[in-house]
T-cell receptor
Framework: EPEVTQTPSHQVTQMGQEVILRCVPISNHLYFYWYRQILGQKVEFLVSFYNNEISEKSEIFDDQFSVERPDGSNFTLKIRSTKLEDSAMYFC??????????????FGDGTRLSIL | AQSVTQPDIHITVSEGASLELRCNYS??????LFWYVQSPGQGLQLLLKYFSGDTLVQGIKGFEAEFKRSQSSFNLRKPSVHWSDAAEYFCAVEGDTDKLIFGTGTRLQVFP
């Protein structure tokens, strides 16, 4: 069964540094998402992306965050200047169709980001 | 605003016992509802989903869930729990847009 793959599985970065988290969505999917889960808390929506532009973003997704689909297969999340509170598990998800489409989102195994 | 409540933070059951995990949602129209499972250090795996139709939905690993509009609930059940079911379970709702709103999760512990 096709999977969403995320790299790296664990990223350790100094505060203030830039970090890029990478995702390869399922190949025929068109809708892409990032979520995050701070340790011990619930999974929170960050951003959705379709047709090379952001569809929706949460209040968490401020100017320090950006997303990109640089080629036909990768979907990246960049944090420009990391803060301690950015430490979390970041999940990428993809879906073949968008809202109210009867198609679920499929999640990757996540990237654990640790900011020192 | 859409929201999901999972009242039970932690549940412990014996292997072979039945299981019910509670989920209540808030959404004005017919919600799209999901249960995901997260094993330690792993990602989110879709157990089952409800979009419309039959209110009792079957999922993977022997799980089922029942949508009850009158109670705004979507409880997850399994008749006989296995030790491998120990994990964190998340209920989620999709509302007007395609972002998922998750509950806080229920951690399931299974004793032999």
């Amino acid at each position: 069964e096709p999977e969403v793959t995320q790299t790296p599985s664990h990223q350790v970065t100094q505060m203030g540094q830039e970090v890029i988290l990478r995702c390869v969505p399922i190949s025929n999917h068109l809708y892409f998402y990032w979520y995050r889960q701070i340790l011990g808390q619930k999974v929170e929506f960050l951003v959705s992306f379709y047709n090379n532009e952001i569809s929706e973003k949460s209040e968490i997704f401020d100017d320090q965050f950006s997303v990109e689909r640089p080629d036909g297969s990768n979907f990246t999340l960049k944090i420009r200047s990391t803060k301690l509170e950015d430490s979390a598990m970041y999940f990428c998800a993809s879906s073949i169709q968008g809202a109210r489409s009867n198609q679920p989102q499929h999640f990757g195994d996540g990237t654990r980001l640790s900011i020192l | 605003a859409q929201s999901v409540t999972q009242p039970d933070i932690h549940i412990t059951v014996s292997e072979g016992a039945s299981l019910e995990l509670r989920c209540n949602y808030s959404y004005g129209a017919t919600p799209y509802l999901f249960w995901y499972v997260q094993s330690p250090g792993q990602g989110l795996q879709l157990l089952l989903k409800y979009f419309s139709g039959d209110t009792l939905v079957q999922g993977i690993k022997g799980f089922e869930a029942e949508f009850k509009r009158s109670q705004s609930s979507f409880n997850l059940r399994k008749p006989s729990v296995h030790w491998s079911d120990a994990a964190e379970y998340f209920c989620a709702v999709e509302g007007d847009t395609d972002k998922l709103i998750f509950g806080t999760g229920t951690r399931l512990q299974v004793f032999p």
